[in-house]
């Protein structure tokens, strides 16, 4: 079983930034850590769940949504089994519940159908 624990939303103005993080816990990570892969996905009010970003086991396999690329950067500590999100840039449209996945994957998935395991999520709020 795995457990992830996100920390880091809070209220920000536009054009700020924060960044999330991720700790994940438990006996079937700690022992086979580098068959997940790590992801974001976040959920507006009133609207779907949807994918942010994602990244290997080995950090060297990234992927973005194109609504964040070159604004946010997905990064893994692998030593502290924790992933960050940096949100630089912020936009009120960024306004959601954030929510960090864990896929047992060595691809970069982008579904989420593809994660075995979440978080309870943060919230992130930009203001205009």
């Known amino acids: 079983q795995v457990q992830l624990v996100e920390s880091g939303g809070g209220l920000v103005q536009a054009g700020g930034s924060l960044r999330l993080s991720c700790a994940a816990s438990?006996?079937?990570?700690?022992?086979?850590?580098?068959?997940?892969?790590r992801g974001w996905f976040r959920q507006a009010p009133g609207k779907e769940r949807e994918f942010v970003a994602t990244?290997?086991?080995?950090?060297?396999?990234?992927s973005y949504a194109d609504s964040v690329k070159g604004r946010f950067t997905i990064s893994r500590d692998n030593a502290k089994n924790t992933v960050y999100l940096q949100m630089n840039s912020l936009k009120p449209e960024d306004t959601a519940v954030y929510y960090c996945?864990?896929?047992?994957?060595?691809?970069?998935?982008?579904?989420?159908?593809?994660?075995?395991?979440w978080g309870q999520g943060t919230e992130v709020t930009v203001s205009s």
């Open positions: 996945a864990a896929a047992k994957t060595f691809t970069v998935p982008v579904t989420a159908t593809r994660y075995d395991y």
């Open positions: 438990g006996r079937t990570f700690s022992t086979y850590p580098s068959t997940y892969a």
């Open positions: 990244i290997k086991y080995s950090g060297s396999g990234t």
